[in-house]
């Protein structure tokens, strides 16, 4: 294992050491009834799509670092049949993403390895002879083994079922489905191309060209081998979508000099759907944002943001209510209809093979929680397929459209594909693929809490209770810090990997003893628009210093918490909010790890030091990160990251350890050569796992014996 670790080894002896009586931290450990490996060992779903043919679905399980392609179809009896189509094994470090139906259903295409953000190959085995590359396969589901199409990403697959368009380098090539011939680059302009859609009869593919200071639509034709560009501008276009009949193609139009994400404002220069002629180029603003709340453009977590419904009509999301929903407009103007009122938020969309239902995620009437709702792009009252008290997620829908199929999970059972059912319950798509000793009846089900941070915001959190507490023993504590900040964590196993073993390490941690408080800290999503831009955040004055008080002061005043042993745990974001409350808080967080955190807002942020960039926001950048208080720092600190981040630079880490030194402060690291910031490497997460169980087991727990 390629894993550097700097430890006190004064405090690992302990654990050699034998004695005849039982102490409270011997008791405190045999707490403990399964392993981090057990709770972390159901594989994770990914990638869920339907076929458009023979009412197939398929997905990614990735099952202890061994990634392969699944799918399902429908037996004769009515009930589906799920098997792996791929057999790769071993924890291999091969990513596998992107997966693209052939018109027929038969075959899937699918990227494996690389970086799926777009940057360099991933070299985490540190291999000699350098990374491998990103490489796109096809594979037949009823016979043959994987065919290597090309090396590159995003494969598209023509309606025609003859090829396949993909990127590469930025551009696009084309490659025969059968791999019978040779790739051969398409498309080869200025700038980086992405997000390219095939017409629905194969002839023309539709993209879009980023050049840096804008990005337009373009449409390169088969038959005349040219290019037309859509109506363009010194704005940024986005997320073309093609009208059923071929004609039209709408897409987003954002504003130019968009302020940076942490610096967005409530409001803006709205934000707008254009529509073009597919063949002249020749366009037009279908509709506009209002001025005021929901100018600024934020979508869906899904890659389509544009929904081409029946009767010509066009489903988006917007903000206009302060929480993200949907709407409709018809192709030839007029007024949008919200389709989805309420104080909820909408994530994840799809629509069904009609055309006629928009299949959606969202947190109504359940805050904490997600299900799977369907609307009449028409209008309508929405219709809940998956009432109770499960987590469902990035929903599809069968080719017959009589099947919709989500990621679900629940307190105790993690996320699996399954088959929505609104009046009974929701069936397991793919029974028996969860480990035997897999811990799902020692799970606890955590608290939904709420409470005011020093400012008085009000603040949801998941309580995680031992399942053997009781109010009148003091234990030990952890609050955790998601990353992002874009998230929310849920009463459930989460819908995306590293907060699914989020999830499950705070499960292994309450199980162990501890009381784990969860915090869904302002900046995320879930609560509407003000709480996702909240004012004076992040580099402009870390106003979410206000919910690590909040919760260290909501801890200290329960009767179950010891508040002289209250720990903070966190990555990328997370990992900032941990620094945050070790470097300012070190009175009530008594110790920390922080997984590949931001240290220094004022050296991270390119646009701080722009030209033309009042001298006070680099310095407002420099108060609001940890290192500008490293003077009140105490606590003592495990800092992990990869070496090979693509997310948060490493130099951040550099920077914090330095200080540390400086300061005189207790700190461990572990760095992990070539890992990047998702951590490729299931024994890398392990790692990381066990060694924040050791250091807290060390901090929290023996040390206070030894006093």
Known sequence: MTIFKVLRLAGLLTLLC?????????????????????????????????????????????????????????SSAGSYQSRAITSYTGDDAQSIGQLAWSPDGESIA???????????????????QGAPPKEIWVISVNHGTPLKLADGDSPEISPKGDSVAYRSHGQIWLVPLDGNAKPAALVSLKGTIDSFRWSPDGSRIAFVSGRATHAIVGVYDFTKKSVVWLAPSVDHDADPEWSPDGKQIAFVRIPAHVQDVFYWQRTGQPWSIWIADALTGQGHALWKADEGIG??????????????????????????TGWLHLYSVSSKGGTAQLLTPGDFEVFETTISPDRKEVVYSSNQDDIDRRHVWKVSVAGGAPSNLTPGEGLDSYPVVSSDGGTVVTLRSDAKNPIHPSIATPAGAPKDLAPGTIPSDFPASQMVVPQQVIFPAADGLMIHGQLFLPPSASGSTRRPTLVFFHGGPIRQMLLGWHPMDFYSYAYGMNQYLANKGYVVLSVNYRGGVGYGLNFRVPPNF?????????????????????????????????????????????ARNSDIFAAGVDYAGVHDWSVLLPFIKAPGVPPEVARIAWDSSPLSSMKTWRSPVLVIQGDDDRNVEFAQTVQLIESLRKQGVEFEQIVIPDEVHDLILYRNLLTVFEATDDFFNRHLIRSQEQK
């Open 538 to 582: 992040g580099p402009a004055g870390s106003s979410e210093m206000n919910d690590i008080e909040g919760a260290g002061l909501y801890l200290r005043n329960r009767a179950d918490v010891d508040s002289k042993r209250i720990g903070v745990w966190g990555g990328s974001y997370g990992g900032l909010m941990t620094a945050l409350a070790l």
């Open 110 to 128: 699918y990227v494996r390895g690389g970086d799926e953000g777009g940057g360099p190959d991933i070299n985490v085995l540190s291999l000699p």
């Open 18 to 74: 034998c004695v005849a009586s039982v102490t409270p931290t011997q008791v405190f450990a045999q707490n403990r009834s399964f392993t981090i490996d057990q709770v972390l060992s159901a594989p994770f779903p990914t990638d869920l799509i339907a076929a458009p043919s023979h009412g197939r679905i398929a997905w990614v399980f990735d099952a202890r670092g061994s990634r392969n392609v699944w799918i399902a179809e429908p």
């Open 295 to 320: 100018s600024n453009f934020h979508g869906v977590a899904t890659e389509r943001q544009l929904l081409w419904g029946a009767d010509d009509r066009i489903v988006f999301p917007w903000e206009r």
